[in-house]
């Protein structure tokens, strides 16, 4: 079987399957069993070993009961950085690099801010942001010990370690700043939601991780006593739910709230700063 056999048939298998995206799924799952790059499948004219072939097998089976993709590869890109994913937290989005993105343009004046990751998860916030401006400290924060233990993982894969601390805590609760930024991707997913929601995330992402209701609200209530005036904060939110936010925001007293879309045209991250 070549590389591009194998890619038709574990499509047309996914396929059957209902999954959402059986082509590119399928052109995943063979190149990380070939080791090769999805282009390269295209050129390739080597067979498929049978040891290869049972390992993409057991890969394919574990897709085909919905387990996220990136949970199945064990590996994940998120902005510049291809992390360790897997059932300890969720796997990193391109709507949080959205959020990334917002928080690197308020720090790029700053020679050396110090940031605060509320509810760190695989440390995907913290570590972009540490990669992406080489003077930025990061403390890391996460009531997970599974979750902590991920990230820990993370961080020595980037090799970010010197700048980047990750400590065990339940929001900023006992975390002293002075912080430049706080940003978090808090759960915002209502209980009554829950089981609207597909597969992958019901049956494999971290409950707790996803599911919660105004959890931005009490990392806002929070965070100016780490803020210096002028310190921002930066928030992921669900779909919908930026105009709440954003109002909420203003009640409690943040300047300058704005919101930012995601590349889906949904308004995605929250921000304001401390008077």
Known sequence: ??????????????????????????????????????????ASDRAVGDVELARLRALVARRRAREPLAYVLGEWGFRRLVLAVDRRALVPRPETEVVVERCLEHLRELEAPRVLDVGTGSGAI??????????????????????????????ARTGLADRVELRASDL???????????????????????PDLQPEIRLYEPYEAVVGEHVWEQIARA????????????L????????EVAE?????GYDGVLCTSDLAGRDRAVEGHRP
């Open 172 to 194: 900023l609760a006992g975390v002293e700043g002075p912080f430049d930024l706080v940003v978090s991707n808090p759960p915002y997913v209502s209980p009554e939601e829950y």
């Open 248 to 252: 909420g925001l203003a009640a409690l």
């Open 126 to 155: 913290a570590l972009a942001i540490a990669d992406e401006h080489p003077g930025a400290r990061v403390l890391a924060v996460d009531h997970s010990e599974d979750a902590l233990a991920l990230a820990r993982e993370n961080l």
């Open 236 to 243: 992921e939110c669900g779909d919908g739910q930026a105009a």
């Open 1 to 42: 079987m070549s590389p591009l056999d194998a890619v038709h048939e574990v499509a047309r298998e996914l396929d059957e399957a209902g999954l959402p995206s059986p082509r590119v799924d399928a052109e995943l799952l063979v190149a990380d069993v070939l080791g090769l790059s999805r282009s390269e499948l295209y």
């Open 223 to 234: 965070a100016p006593d780490v803020l210096p005036p002028g310190g921002r904060l930066v």
